[in-house]
């Protein structure tokens, strides 16, 4: 026998020798993970069915008082009645809704169930991206977690984008995954387009309405360059720029045909030190790195471990803590080297996050400090925290049982914060015809009237609103003008400006400041506007309707 058949042989003993079984025995995580592989079918369709069940326990047939979600609503119906196409915060969701719009009309509930498919879609395409492709103990980790993870949850029955965005990004990496597969070395460039090239088209196509969703997915594309780059897959590189380029470019050319040069300047608006206020001025490259430094400590110090539910729900400004922030940044540049040396998708993923993240943390002012503007990579930042834990363990086995029982106990505290009697009762409500249940009684006034606006007074009239977008949903698509801030206390300049945009009509709402509580303070934005218009010429501003007796609001005719 010759050397190497005896090393064969030897090797062979040493796999069935009972102190090789008494490890594979002793390791947990390999009786978990061959346990989920046996039961795998049915495990992945229970947890798809509750996130579905989720997704209705934590429904709300109400749009949010933020006024951002009605937008997208108001800005679908613009484009499908008036032509306007809804180049502001990125299109790629208005044209979506407008199709529901279409079909449905100004139906909110039948807008917000695509939220519902949108999520259970979620779900579908992850199992489908990373099965197989990663230890199936991290694959129903994520399942679970995007499953009845709440604040994930919360989206699914809203007509914010995230939901949206999270099922469409999801498809993108399940794409970018098949052309991983699809790599050949020694393949030249066009061998790969010929065989591939249904591959590269839906690249390009999906990445295209990724960047049009939302205006930060722009960097996307930079994060599947890079990852070509450092695997030094070249013509990979050459064929994402092209395919995403030349449809992009296309895209261009059709809007700007049929609707005209975009009215939005997102680039110019994400330079400006506030969103709103372009008088403000715009933020220099000192500027810029300070709001990704106080970006980064919000959201890596707080609304990820908050989202994750490693710390309490509320938060405040002294919640932030830096060296959390950069902990947490250490954590996942460790992680993402370990993954560079065991898990090709996972080092993917990991470096899709940590560019969105950049974009978003340069991106967005540091004073619009919203959960919502991280969700879209918090699916993969847990997916990097548990396979990095997870090889941890392998490597220490120590460490499982502890693990084990830490994503256990992480698992039901997340179930129990999903489960919402109060939108099961309030949907109940809403479908019956109660609209209105579940506002609190200066929002209820407040779109009463709006509603009556719109029935009572001719469509050719301009009511100025606080909420134009809230008052325009309810009041059956009558549009409103919209005013966001104080932009004069100055009487005179107060009715020129009005005068200006035609405003017939103020809706005066007591709306509070704190939504939970009526403290007595409002949001008192047109208050203060024409307050010093009715003291200096009272003969203009006329009652025409109350609705309500506490926190009620008022209708007022201007009279120039």
Same mark, same amino acid.
């Given at each position: 026998?010759?050397?190497?058949?005896?090393?064969?042989?030897?090797?062979?003993?040493?796999?069935?020798?009972?102190?090789?079984?008494?490890?594979?025995?002793?390791?947990?995580?390999?009786?978990?993970?061959?346990?989920?592989?046996?039961?795998?079918?049915?495990?992945?369709?229970?947890?798809?069915?509750?996130?579905?069940?989720?997704?209705?326990?934590?429904?709300?047939?109400?749009?949010?008082?933020?006024?951002?979600?009605?937008?997208?609503?108001?800005?679908?119906?613009?484009?499908?009645?008036?032509?306007?196409?809804?180049?502001?915060?990125?299109?790629?969701?208005?044209?979506?809704?407008?199709?529901?719009?279409?079909?449905?009309?100004?139906?909110?509930?039948?807008?917000?169930?695509?939220?519902?498919?949108?999520?259970?879609?979620?779900?579908?395409?992850?199992?489908?991206?990373?099965?197989?492709?990663?230890?199936?103990?991290?694959?129903?980790?994520?399942?679970?977690?995007?499953?009845?993870?709440?604040?994930?949850?919360?989206?699914?029955?809203?007509?914010?984008?995230?939901?949206?965005?999270?099922?469409?990004?999801?498809?993108?990496?399940?794409?970018?995954?098949?052309?991983?597969?699809?790599?050949?070395?020694?393949?030249?460039?066009?061998?790969?387009?010929?065989?591939?090239?249904?591959?590269?088209?839906?690249?390009?196509?999906?990445?295209?309405?990724?960047?049009?969703?939302?205006?930060?997915?722009?960097?996307?594309?930079?994060?599947?360059?890079?990852?070509?780059?450092?695997?030094?897959?070249?013509?990979?590189?050459?064929?994402?720029?092209?395919?995403?380029?030349?449809?992009?470019?296309?895209?261009?050319?059709?809007?700007?045909?049929?609707?005209?040069?975009?009215?939005?300047?997102?680039?110019?608006?994400?330079?400006?030190?506030?969103?709103?206020?372009?008088?403000?001025?715009?933020?220099?490259?000192?500027?810029?790195?300070?709001?990704?430094?106080?970006?980064?400590?919000?959201?890596?110090?707080?609304?990820?471990?908050?989202?994750?539910?490693?710390?309490?729900?509320?938060?405040?400004?002294?919640? $932030? @803590?830096?060296?959390?922030? #950069? =902990?947490?940044? *250490?954590?996942?540049?460790? +992680?993402?080297? %370990?993954?560079? /040396?065991?898990?090709?998708?996972?080092?993917?993923?990991?470096?899709?996050?940590?560019?969105?993240?950049?974009?978003?943390?340069?991106?967005?002012?540091?004073?619009?400090?919203?959960?919502?503007? $991280? @969700?879209?990579?918090?699916? #993969? =930042?847990?997916? *990097?925290?548990?396979?990095? +834990?997870?090889? %941890?363990?392998? /490597?220490?086995?120590?460490?499982?049982?502890?693990?084990?029982?830490?994503?256990?106990?992480?698992?039901?505290?997340?179930?129990?914060?999903?489960?919402?009697?109060?939108?099961?009762?309030?949907?109940?409500?809403?479908?019956?015809?109660? =609209?209105?249940?579940?506002?609190?009684?200066?929002?209820?006034?407040?779109?009463?009237?709006?509603?009556?606006?719109?029935?009572?007074?001719?469509?050719?009239?301009?009511?100025?609103?606080?909420?134009?977008?809230?008052?325009?949903?309810?009041?059956?698509?009558?549009?409103?003008?919209?005013?966001?801030?104080?932009?004069?206390?100055?009487?005179?300049?107060?009715?020129?400006?009005?005068?200006?945009?035609?405003?017939?009509?103020?809706?005066?709402?007591?709306?509070?400041?704190?939504?939970?509580?009526?403290?007595?303070?409002?949001?008192?934005?047109?208050?203060?506007?024409?307050?010093?218009?009715?003291?200096?010429?009272?003969?203009?501003?006329?009652?025409?309707?109350?609705?309500?007796?506490?926190?009620?609001?008022?209708?007022?005719?201007?009279?120039?």
């Amino acid at each position: 026998m010759s050397k190497k058949e005896k090393q064969v042989v030897k090797a062979s003993v040493l796999e069935k020798s009972p102190a090789s079984k008494m490890n594979e025995r002793s390791d947990l995580f390999d009786k978990i993970n061959r346990w989920f592989e046996k039961h795998e079918k049915i495990i992945f369709y229970s947890l798809l069915f509750f996130s579905t069940l989720f997704s209705f326990l934590l429904f709300d047939a109400k749009v949010s008082d933020g006024g951002d979600d009605s937008s997208y609503i108001e800005r679908a119906w613009s484009l499908l009645k008036d032509g306007k196409f809804p180049y502001y915060q990125g299109p790629g969701y208005p044209i979506i809704l407008s199709m529901i719009v279409k079909i449905f009309g100004l139906n909110v509930i039948a807008l917000k169930m695509f939220s519902v498919v949108c999520q259970f879609g979620f779900v579908w395409f992850t199992y489908k991206t990373f099965v197989k492709r990663i230890p199936i103990t991290v694959l129903f980790a994520l399942i679970s977690f995007i499953s009845f993870n709440h604040y994930i949850q919360y989206y699914s029955g809203q007509t914010f984008t995230e939901t949206y965005f999270l099922f469409l990004q999801s498809i993108c990496i399940y794409i970018v995954f098949k052309i991983i597969d699809s790599i050949k070395e020694g393949q030249g460039l066009l061998d790969d387009l010929k065989e591939n090239y249904l591959k590269w088209l839906l690249f390009g196509l999906l990445f295209v309405l990724l960047s049009i969703s939302k205006s930060v997915a722009i960097v996307a594309i930079v994060a599947v360059v890079f990852y070509f780059l450092l695997n030094k897959n070249l013509k990979q590189v050459v064929l994402v720029l092209v395919s995403f380029f030349l449809i992009r470019l296309i895209y261009q050319y059709i809007i700007t045909t049929i609707y005209g040069p975009s009215t939005s300047d997102q680039f110019e608006m994400i330079l400006r030190k506030e969103l709103y206020k372009k008088e403000a001025g715009y933020e220099d490259l000192a500027g810029m790195i300070e709001r990704f430094f106080n970006n980064f400590n919000t959201y890596m110090s707080l609304h990820i471990y908050r989202i994750m539910k490693l710390r309490g729900e509320a938060y405040e400004l002294t919640s $932030i @803590i830096p060296q959390l922030a #950069y =902990i947490s940044a *250490l954590i996942i540049g460790i +992680f993402t080297f %370990l993954s560079y /040396k065991k898990n090709k998708f996972i080092f993917f993923t990991s470096v899709y996050l940590i560019v969105l993240c950049g974009g978003i943390f340069f991106g967005i002012q540091a004073a619009n400090m919203q959960d919502r503007l $991280i @969700i879209i990579v918090i699916p #993969y =930042i847990f997916l *990097l925290f548990f396979f990095g +834990f997870y090889e %941890l363990g392998k /490597k220490y086995s120590g460490l499982q049982i502890i693990f084990i029982l830490f994503a256990g106990f992480m698992l039901l505290r997340t179930i129990g914060t999903s489960i919402q009697k109060e939108n099961v009762k309030a949907f109940k409500k809403n479908l019956s015809g109660d =609209i209105y249940f579940g506002y609190s009684p200066d929002w209820e006034n407040f779109l009463k009237m709006s509603k009556y606006c719109a029935d009572s007074l001719p469509d050719s009239v301009n009511v100025l609103s606080r909420k134009p977008s809230m008052s325009f949903l309810y009041g059956n698509g009558k549009k409103f003008v919209g005013q966001y801030m104080v932009t004069s206390m100055d009487a005179d300049t107060v009715l020129m400006n009005w005068k200006k945009q035609n405003v017939q009509y103020v809706i005066l709402g007591n709306l509070r400041m704190n939504p939970k509580k009526n403290n007595g303070r409002i949001i008192n934005t047109i208050h203060r506007m024409i307050g010093p218009v009715y003291q200096k010429y009272p003969q203009k501003i006329r009652l025409v309707k109350t609705i309500g007796k506490l926190e009620k609001c008022e209708l007022y005719e201007i009279r120039y």
